[in-house]
């Protein structure tokens, strides 16, 4: 419910992404070959492979690789020069392999486990993780070899963009509470990193169903509460926990979904399928081009606009500025 | 008894003639098995109304109470599902909480709505309003949580205020149905129950009444002398209590035990009337056996009466005649004598008069001959009559008739006022006075002789109407009387219809009284008065038929002193053959009732009422039997009863003779 875009907000961004991607691979005289690996039904994972293949040049290859649940290859579909076939089996039709750097990309957890396991020397890029499932692939003894590159694209904006745009609404408030469990405590760094100026309360719970104690005390102490795209943000019942404490408590909720947003958080800074794409795109151009150092390179996703609901604004009695601006003040920041 | 006998009696006050206990009387209606019907009932139908009505009520309650609590739940549910959306404004999710409280079917519409706009609305709209129920919950983000410790401390109670409305709708029309039904069930409890008391009742009515029913028609048929009614009242074990066995009624049925006793009490009474019906018979037996002597005893006397009189009459008929024969030749030392003779001769007549007319008011063969009498006119009779024997013994006479009349016979009221003015004439000493005085009362004439003279004793008072009862005349002095006056006044006053009262007391005077009904004195007819003539009897032609010579001889002497002509015939043959004689021309026919050889003197006066119509036919008897007196009666004939006083018969002549001469 929180990570499904809608599709409206989608197709208003398809073009947007569209001509993006244009405008970034115009530069770009070599068309790269690419391997994409899906090995789930997730819908937003669909909804990025999609708009990756429209982002796709057409003299260049586009082989779609579906991976069963455990990681070996079971079909591909290739789309390339006949865009009449974008989208249709085409394992008959394999087309010539261009020799100029092919790129592998693995989305979601599933199929980067499976791509990591994978032989090859391909530059690899794993797209659409949560930093939770980047935290967990890291310790895989085969996250880490040196015969390959890797980059890692995280579908969340990084947390310092989320201090902007709540430092853009609430620019009094400073006081930022955080319910966090034990595995968050990579997401805890980064803020804690980011929040330099911050009176930054963290209350770790013993996991995502018992958050009551912990909000009890971190509710009078904050200004804002902020649900971190851990284990509790991606807990349904933990996030609607941290959010009817906040409505409760007259206190808003931020986070790092649209999602969120809509089920009683203030505002996010969220990115699109569209511009994950297209970063996850780039990322692969940089692999391409050559070694990074540590071979892992780790981005989070680029904001791309801000989400505000408005009834909890109101409800809340503030008064907001607009997405635009909010937007343009997030992205301005980077 | 007080309780009515039939169960068909609508209103059955007790007998005043039985009364109560207490008195008063206990007024009862309708019957014993409706009373009895009425006692179970309506305590019955009115608990049976009352649950039911108790019971439908709180089903319909809690039908009421289940209705609205379930469109509240529903409400406060979608309320509670909702806070969190509501606050959020999402409005997918707020339509899935509306979708989802729809699918238990208990509500048909969801409103979900705030004062920022939004409004979700799931369910149909096509019910009519009037048939929906609106449930609503107010949207309160502190009653969904349940987590008023994340407010912060100061904060305001953000949680109180409610930030929406949820509105349930539910549709009625099941519920009525459901009310319908709970209420039609009720009621047919409630005839069901009132059905099955009614059937009990009624079968324990007519349990208790149907023995009370027939112990109360045997207790009327005891009471209209049938005493052979039984009740057949038995236990179920079809055993009656047996005489004396007190323990064991004291288990058994009442009713049982009452017709027990009536029972009982029937066969003594059977046993009692059968004791007093031969009592009864016995008695009966004895009494016509005395009455049967009495009658006898009574025709005896009359018998006894008949021939005393006839007999007796005979010879002081002849004795009388005889005397007045010698009266006018007798010398001065004989005249004494047969002036002694002559009133001894007189009282036995004036008795033997009485005694014949105490037989023949006895023998019943008087009918008085009613007709309006002028008491004015009865009292100038009287006065007339009894004037100079009241100058004579100095008492002074008043009337008051005061215009009135009376109906009845004429001369029996002469007669009896006549005797009663005659014994206040005697009883009043010198310078009395009697009075006779007639009054109206109530519809009736009272009238009235007093006298101021000694008055009659109590003692006395109740025995003067008895024959031969005289006060104050313990020497039988016949001078007073005989005593038999007031005994035929007594019965001649019955024979009028009415009765002698008697008032006294000693020095006080006595007053009779009698009261005969009133009549208009403008309707009483004026007698025609008959001119006395005492012309001479000279010439007069008269036959006399006797079988006594005594007589004959007698009967020739005296009408010879009065110049008469006289022929004597001794038989009524001869005499018969006499009057068919063209030569004979008589004026006067005196016979004998009863002639020699079986002869008829009846037979006699015919012959001369059919061959000498112009003859005066008398017929002279003794004979005063009612069987003769009633035959005499029928056959008008003029009859001189024996003895006949010569002057009498003196009077009778004259009147024919003077009848004749006009002629």
């Given at each position: 419910m929180?990570?499904?875009?809608?599709?409206?907000?989608l197709?208003g961004l398809r073009?947007v992404?569209?001509?993006?991607?244009a405008?970034?691979f115009a530069?770009?005289?070599q068309?790269a070959?690419?391997?994409?690996?899906?090995?789930?039904d997730n819908?937003a994972h669909?909804e990025?492979?999609?708009?990756l293949?429209?982002?796709?040049?057409?003299?260049?290859?586009?082989?779609?690789?579906?991976l069963?649940g455990?990681?070996?290859p079971?079909d591909?579909v290739?789309?390339?020069?006949?865009?009449a076939n974008a989208g249709?089996?085409t394992?008959s039709?394999?087309?010539?392999?261009?020799?100029?750097?092919p790129?592998?990309?693995?989305v979601?957890?599933?199929a980067?486990?499976?791509a990591?396991?994978r032989?090859?020397?391909?530059?690899?890029?794993?797209?659409m993780?949560s930093?939770?499932?980047?935290?967990?692939l890291?310790?895989?003894?085969?996250?880490r070899r040196g015969?390959r590159q890797v980059g890692v694209?995280l579908?969340e904006?990084?947390m310092a963009?989320q201090?902007?745009?709540?430092?853009?609404?609430?620019?009094?408030?400073r006081?930022l509470?955080?319910?966090?469990t034990?595995?968050?405590?990579?997401?805890?760094r980064e803020l804690?990193?980011?929040a330099?100026?911050?009176d930054?309360?963290?209350?770790?719970?013993p996991?995502?169903?018992?958050?009551?104690?912990?909000?009890?005390l971190l509710?009078?102490?904050s200004?804002?509460l902020?649900?971190?795209?851990?284990?509790?943000?991606d807990?349904q019942?933990?996030t609607l926990s941290?959010?009817r404490?906040g409505a409760t408590?007259?206190?808003?909720?931020?986070?790092?979904?649209d999602?969120l947003v809509?089920?009683?958080?203030?505002?996010?800074?969220v990115?699109?399928?569209?511009?994950l794409?297209?970063?996850?795109?780039?990322?692969?151009?940089?692999l391409a081009m050559?070694p990074?150092?540590?071979g892992?390179l780790?981005?989070a996703a680029?904001p791309?606009?801000v989400r505000v609901?408005?009834?909890?604004?109101?409800?809340?009695?503030?008064?907001?500025p607009e997405?635009?601006?909010l937007?343009?003040?997030?992205?301005?920041a980077? | 008894?007080?309780?009515?006998?039939?169960?068909l009696?609508?209103h059955?006050?007790a007998?005043?003639s039985?009364p109560?206990?207490?008195?008063?009387?206990?007024?009862?209606g309708?019957?014993?098995?409706?009373?009895?019907f009425r006692l179970?009932?309506?305590?019955?139908?009115?608990?049976?109304?009352?649950?039911?009505a108790?019971f439908?009520?709180?089903?319909?309650?809690t039908?009421?109470?289940a209705?609205?609590a379930e469109?509240?739940?529903?409400?406060?549910?979608?309320?509670?599902?909702?806070d969190?959306s509501?606050?959020a404004g999402?409005l997918?999710?707020l339509?899935?909480?509306?979708n989802?409280?729809?699918?238990?079917g208990q509500?048909?519409?969801?409103?979900?709505s705030?004062?920022?706009g939004?409004?979700?609305?799931?369910?149909s709209?096509a019910?009519?309003?009037?048939q929906l129920?609106?449930?609503?919950?107010?949207?309160?983000?502190?009653?969904a949580s349940k987590a008023?410790?994340f407010?912060?401390?100061?904060?305001?109670?953000?949680?109180d205020?409610?930030?929406?409305?949820v509105q349930?709708?539910r549709?009625?029309?099941?519920?009525a149905?459901?009310?319908?039904r709970?209420l039609?069930a009720?009621?047919?409890i409630a005839?069901?129950?009132?059905i099955a008391?009614?059937?009990w009742?009624?079968h324990?009515?007519?349990?208790?009444a149907?023995?009370l029913?027939?112990i109360?028609?045997?207790?009327?048929a005891?009471?209209?002398?049938r005493?052979?009614?039984?009740?057949?009242v038995?236990?179920?074990?079809?055993k009656?209590?047996a005489d004396?066995?007190?323990?064991?009624?004291?288990?058994?049925h009442?009713?049982?035990?009452?017709?027990h006793d009536?029972n009982?009490?029937?066969?003594?009474?059977?046993?009692?009337r059968?004791?007093s019906d031969q009592?009864?018979?016995e008695?009966?037996?004895?009494?016509l056996?005395?009455m049967a002597?009495?009658?006898q005893a009574?025709l005896?006397r009359?018998?006894?009466l008949?021939?005393?009189?006839h007999?007796?009459?005979?010879p002081?008929?002849?004795m009388?005649?005889?005397?007045d024969g010698l009266?006018?030749?007798?010398?001065?030392?004989q005249?004494?004598?047969v002036?002694r003779l002559q009133?001894?001769?007189?009282?036995?007549g004036v008795?033997?008069d009485d005694?014949?007319?105490?037989?023949?008011?006895d023998a019943?063969v008087?009918t008085?001959a009613?007709?309006n009498?002028s008491?004015?006119?009865?009292f100038d009779q009287l006065?007339?009559q009894?004037?100079?024997?009241?100058?004579?013994s100095?008492?002074?006479?008043?009337w008051?008739?005061?215009?009135?009349?009376?109906?009845?016979?004429?001369a029996l009221?002469?007669r009896i006022?006549?005797?009663?003015?005659?014994?206040?004439i005697?009883?009043?000493g010198?310078?009395?006075?009697?009075?006779?005085?007639?009054?109206r009362?109530?519809g009736?004439?009272?009238?009235e002789v007093?006298?101021n003279?000694?008055?009659?004793?109590?003692?006395h008072?109740?025995?003067?109407?008895?024959?031969?009862?005289?006060?104050a005349?313990?020497?039988r002095?016949?001078?007073q009387?005989f005593g038999?006056?007031l005994?035929?006044?007594?019965?001649?006053?019955?024979l009028l219809?009415t009765r002698i009262?008697?008032?006294?007391?000693?020095?006080?005077?006595?007053?009779?009284s009698?009261?005969?009904?009133?009549?208009?004195?403008r309707d009483?007819q004026?007698?025609?008065a008959?001119?006395?003539?005492?012309?001479?009897?000279?010439?007069l032609?008269?036959m006399?038929?006797d079988?006594?010579?005594?007589i004959?001889?007698?009967?020739?002497?005296?009408?010879?002193q009065w110049?008469c002509?006289?022929e004597c015939?001794?038989?009524g043959s001869e005499?018969?053959?006499?009057?068919?004689d063209p030569?004979?021309?008589?004026d006067v026919l005196?016979?004998?009732?009863?002639l020699?050889?079986?002869?008829?003197?009846?037979?006699v006066?015919?012959a001369?009422?059919?061959l000498?119509?112009?003859?005066?036919?008398?017929?002279?008897?003794g004979?005063?039997?009612?069987?003769s007196l009633?035959?005499?009666r029928?056959?008008g004939?003029?009859l001189?009863?024996?003895p006949?006083?010569p002057?009498?018969?003196?009077a009778?002549?004259s009147t024919?003779r003077?009848?004749?001469?006009?002629?």
């Amino acid at each position: 419910m929180f990570v499904n875009p809608s599709s409206a907000l989608l197709r208003g961004l398809r073009a947007v992404a569209g001509a993006v991607c244009a405008a970034a691979f115009a530069a770009v005289a070599q068309a790269a070959g690419l391997t994409v690996l899906l090995a789930d039904d997730n819908a937003a994972h669909a909804e990025f492979v999609r708009l990756l293949r429209e982002s796709q040049d057409a003299s260049s290859r586009f082989e779609l690789v579906r991976l069963p649940g455990d990681g070996t290859p079971a079909d591909r579909v290739v789309a390339g020069e006949d865009r009449a076939n974008a989208g249709v089996r085409t394992r008959s039709l394999r087309p010539s392999i261009p020799a100029d750097a092919p790129v592998t990309m693995a989305v979601g957890v599933a199929a980067a486990r499976s791509a990591i396991e994978r032989p090859g020397q391909d530059p690899l890029v794993l797209a659409m993780l949560s930093r939770l499932d980047y935290e967990s692939l890291k310790g895989s003894p085969a996250f880490r070899r040196g015969d390959r590159q890797v980059g890692v694209l995280l579908r969340e904006p990084a947390m310092a963009d989320q201090l902007v745009l709540i430092d853009a609404l609430l620019p009094q408030k400073r006081r930022l509470g955080v319910v966090a469990t034990a595995e968050s405590e990579p997401i805890v760094r980064e803020l804690r990193r980011a929040a330099q100026g911050w009176d930054l309360h963290v209350e770790y719970a013993p996991d995502a169903t018992s958050l009551a104690s912990v909000l009890r005390l971190l509710v009078p102490r904050s200004d804002a509460l902020m649900v971190l795209p851990d284990l509790i943000g991606d807990s349904q019942a933990a996030t609607l926990s941290v959010l009817r404490a906040g409505a409760t408590a007259g206190l808003p909720v931020f986070g790092t979904s649209d999602g969120l947003v809509r089920s009683g958080g203030l505002a996010a800074a969220v990115s699109t399928p569209g511009q994950l794409a297209q970063q996850a795109r780039a990322l692969g151009q940089k692999l391409a081009m050559g070694p990074v150092a540590g071979g892992v390179l780790v981005e989070a996703a680029t904001p791309s606009t801000v989400r505000v609901n408005p009834n909890v604004a109101r409800g809340l009695g503030l008064r907001l500025p607009e997405e635009r601006e909010l937007t343009e003040r997030v992205t301005a920041a980077r | 008894m007080i309780a009515p006998t039939h169960d068909l009696v609508v209103h059955t006050p007790a007998r005043p003639s039985e009364p109560s206990a207490d008195g008063r009387a206990v007024v009862v209606g309708g019957s014993l098995q409706r009373d009895l019907f009425r006692l179970g009932v309506v305590p019955c139908a009115a608990v049976a109304l009352a649950l039911t009505a108790w019971f439908t009520h709180s089903r319909l309650d809690t039908l009421e109470a289940a209705f609205n609590a379930e469109g509240q739940a529903v409400a406060r549910q979608v309320a509670a599902m909702s806070d969190l959306s509501l606050y959020a404004g999402d409005l997918p999710a707020l339509q899935n909480v509306a979708n989802a409280a729809l699918r238990g079917g208990q509500v048909t519409r969801v409103e979900i709505s705030n004062s920022a706009g939004v409004f979700v609305t799931a369910g149909s709209k096509a019910a009519p309003i009037g048939q929906l129920r609106m449930f609503t919950a107010p949207v309160t983000l502190r009653e969904a949580s349940k987590a008023t410790a994340f407010a912060p401390e100061g904060a305001t109670a953000a949680g109180d205020k409610p930030i929406g409305l949820v509105q349930a709708f539910r549709d009625t029309t099941g519920y009525a149905r459901e009310r319908t039904r709970s209420l039609m069930a009720g009621i047919g409890i409630a005839m069901v129950a009132l059905i099955a008391a009614w059937a009990w009742v009624r079968h324990t009515a007519r349990t208790v009444a149907q023995p009370l029913r027939r112990i109360s028609r045997t207790v009327a048929a005891l009471e209209a002398g049938r005493f052979d009614a039984r009740c057949n009242v038995v236990t179920r074990a079809g055993k009656a209590p047996a005489d004396g066995e007190d323990e064991g009624r004291r288990g058994q049925h009442e009713l049982a035990n009452l017709a027990h006793d009536i029972n009982r009490l029937a066969e003594r009474l059977q046993r009692n009337r059968q004791q007093s019906d031969q009592q009864v018979r016995e008695a009966t037996a004895v009494a016509l056996q005395r009455m049967a002597e009495a009658e006898q005893a009574a025709l005896s006397r009359a018998r006894f009466l008949a021939a005393a009189s006839h007999d007796l009459r005979q010879p002081l008929h002849a004795m009388g005649l005889f005397i007045d024969g010698l009266l006018p030749t007798a010398s001065e030392a004989q005249r004494p004598a047969v002036l002694r003779l002559q009133e001894g001769a007189e009282f036995m007549g004036v008795l033997l008069d009485d005694l014949l007319e105490i037989s023949r008011l006895d023998a019943q063969v008087l009918t008085p001959a009613i007709a309006n009498v002028s008491l004015a006119m009865l009292f100038d009779q009287l006065g007339a009559q009894h004037g100079a024997r009241a100058a004579a013994s100095q008492v002074r006479l008043a009337w008051r008739d005061r215009g009135l009349a009376v109906r009845s016979d004429p001369a029996l009221l002469l007669r009896i006022i006549g005797n009663l003015v005659g014994n206040a004439i005697t009883h009043s000493g010198s310078d009395g006075t009697v009075l006779v005085a007639a009054r109206r009362r109530g519809g009736k004439v009272r009238i009235e002789v007093r006298d101021n003279g000694v008055g009659i004793a109590p003692i006395h008072q109740a025995r003067i109407f008895e024959e031969f009862y005289q006060v104050a005349n313990t020497e039988r002095d016949r001078r007073q009387g005989f005593g038999l006056g007031l005994a035929i006044c007594a019965r001649i006053a019955a024979l009028l219809g009415t009765r002698i009262a008697l008032r006294s007391a000693l020095q006080c005077g006595s007053a009779f009284s009698l009261e005969l009904p009133e009549a208009d004195a403008r309707d009483v007819q004026r007698p025609v008065a008959e001119p006395v003539a005492s012309s001479p009897l000279a010439g007069l032609r008269c036959m006399v038929v006797d079988d006594d010579p005594a007589i004959l001889d007698a009967t020739r002497a005296l009408l010879t002193q009065w110049d008469c002509e006289v022929e004597c015939v001794a038989s009524g043959s001869e005499a018969t053959r006499r009057l068919a004689d063209p030569e004979t021309r008589l004026d006067v026919l005196l016979c004998d009732l009863q002639l020699a050889d079986a002869e008829d003197g009846m037979a006699v006066i015919e012959a001369a009422r059919r061959l000498q119509p112009e003859a005066l036919a008398v017929l002279v008897s003794g004979a005063t039997g009612p069987e003769s007196l009633q035959r005499l009666r029928q056959g008008g004939v003029t009859l001189l009863t024996k003895p006949v006083a010569p002057a009498k018969l003196r009077a009778l002549l004259s009147t024919r003779r003077a009848g004749r001469t006009p002629s």
